[in-house]
């Protein structure tokens, strides 16, 4: 089979993202309802190895304080032979969804934050 796509990778970030932010309880959807979301403001991707397209994979995810005003998460990639085949990391920040105006003290939402890792698996 091929090489998976580039682009592909992304995808693997944002589903063991939200993976880690329903395991801490933050409730990105009830966010929104109430006007706040969580855009990426910046991303950095290491592509040390290729993945094929029959690869399963697994995700480890972290993030550290502090936060604010950032939330800044870590990623490995890693294949079905446990071999390093991607360094990420990606930055979120706080804003009002109608305005996009940074939302100054997120703090309250991180309450559901401390040191944290999660470990997902992506076939």
Same mark, same amino acid.
């Given at each position: 089979?091929?090489?998976? /796509? /580039?682009?592909?990778?992304?995808? !693997?970030? #944002? +589903?063991?993202?939200?993976?880690?932010?329903?395991?801490?309880? *933050?409730?990105?959807?009830?966010l929104e309802k109430?006007?706040?979301?969580?855009?990426?403001? =910046?991303?950095?991707?290491?592509?040390?190895?290729?993945? &094929? !397209?029959?690869? %399963?994979?697994?995700? /480890?995810?972290?993030?550290? =304080?502090?936060?604010?005003?950032?939330?800044?998460?870590? &990623?490995?990639?890693?294949?079905?032979?446990?071999?390093?085949?991607?360094?990420? %990391?990606?930055?979120?920040?706080?804003? #009002?969804?109608?305005?996009?105006?940074?939302?100054?003290?997120?703090? +309250?939402? *991180?309450?559901?934050? #401390?040191?944290?890792?999660? #470990?997902?698996?992506? /076939?």
């Amino acid at each position: 089979m091929g090489y998976v /796509h /580039h682009a592909s990778y992304i995808y !693997y970030l #944002e +589903e063991s993202r939200m993976a880690l932010f329903r395991s801490v309880g *933050l409730d990105v959807a009830g966010l929104e309802k109430k006007g706040v979301i969580l855009p990426v403001v =910046e991303l950095d991707i290491r592509y040390l190895s290729p993945l &094929y !397209y029959d690869d %399963s994979i697994m995700v /480890h995810v972290s993030t550290q =304080e502090p936060w604010s005003p950032r939330l800044v998460f870590q &990623y490995r990639i890693y294949n079905q032979n446990n071999k390093l085949v991607t360094k990420a %990391s990606n930055s979120l920040v706080f804003a #009002e969804k109608d305005t996009g105006k940074l939302i100054s003290d997120p703090l +309250e939402y *991180l309450d559901c934050f #401390e040191n944290v890792l999660a #470990e997902i698996a992506i /076939h």
